[in-house]
């Protein structure tokens, strides 16, 4: 059994409120959200971080951003995407993650 928590949330060992689903990603509700909006996208394959994603995953995370955007207001007013990686970056969960915050003006460039 995986120990990583990610994982465990696509194990459905752990809840979680999922917005998104296709065959290679997923994408739920941050528990602790930085905006009104802010969505986490994961890859079913897991990755550490961004330097040990494959591109074919990241090709999949990018069109499931598009098409969980496409038509609403997150595509129009516009929204952030992020990927912390390691410890510099401020990575806390070692499962790739790309936060997708928006439905507020952002300020800066923090999350
Ligand atoms: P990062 O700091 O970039 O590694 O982001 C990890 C994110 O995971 C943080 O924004 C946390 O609020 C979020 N998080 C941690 N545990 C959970 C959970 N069980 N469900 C949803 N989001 C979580
Ligand atoms: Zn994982």
């Known amino acids: 059994m995986s120990e990583c928590l990610f994982c465990k949330i696509l194990n459905n060992e752990i809840p979680s409120n ?3 689903e296709d065959d290679y990603v997923y994408a739920f509700e941050d528990i602790n959200p930085l905006a009104k909006e802010h969505y986490l996208f994961i890859s079913k394959n897991h990755s550490e971080n961004f ?13 499931a951003i598009k098409k ?19 410890s ?17 003006q952002l300020k800066g460039f923090g999350v």
């Open 18 to 20: 999922r917005v998104y």
């Open 51 to 63: 330097n040990d994603l494959s591109s074919d995953d990241l090709v999949h995370i990018h069109q």
């Open 68 to 86: 969980f955007t496409s038509g609403t207001k997150l595509e129009t007013d516009g929204y952030r995407v992020v990927t912390n990686i390691n």
């Open 88 to 104: 510099f970056g401020g990575q806390t969960v070692f499962h790739t993650h790309f936060h997708v915050l928006g439905g507020e």
